[in-house]
């Protein structure tokens, strides 16, 4: 029974490790991936969003970071 834990532990994180490199962002909670925050009272007020910096989303957990990732251009 704990063998069989252990495989699918296993295959999970194998599957995630492996879904990062043709996905490797995910959208930004506060703003929901538009990269922009609206005020409170005037709702026509914008920002850059404060979590992501105006980009709208976020580097996932474990995903490449060598710039060569699907979806990531260079600067």
Same mark, same amino acid.
């Given at each position: 029974?704990? +063998?069989?834990?252990? @495989?699918?532990?296993?295959? @999970?994180?194998?599957?995630?490790? @492996?879904?990062?490199?043709? &996905?490797?962002?995910?959208?930004? $909670?506060?703003? +929901? $991936?538009?990269?922009? &925050? /609206? ?22 957990? $474990?995903?490449?970071?060598?710039? /060569? ?7």
């Amino acid at each position: 029974m704990i +063998n069989l834990l252990l @495989v699918a532990i296993v295959v @999970v994180a194998g599957g995630y490790v @492996v879904s990062t490199y043709p &996905h490797p962002f995910r959208p930004c $909670g506060k703003c +929901n $991936g538009s990269g922009v &925050h /609206r005020g409170a009272i005037y709702r026509r007020a914008t920002r850059r969003c404060t979590g992501c910096r105006g980009r709208g989303r976020f580097r996932r957990i $474990g995903a490449p970071s060598d710039g /060569r990732a699907f979806g990531e251009r260079r600067r």
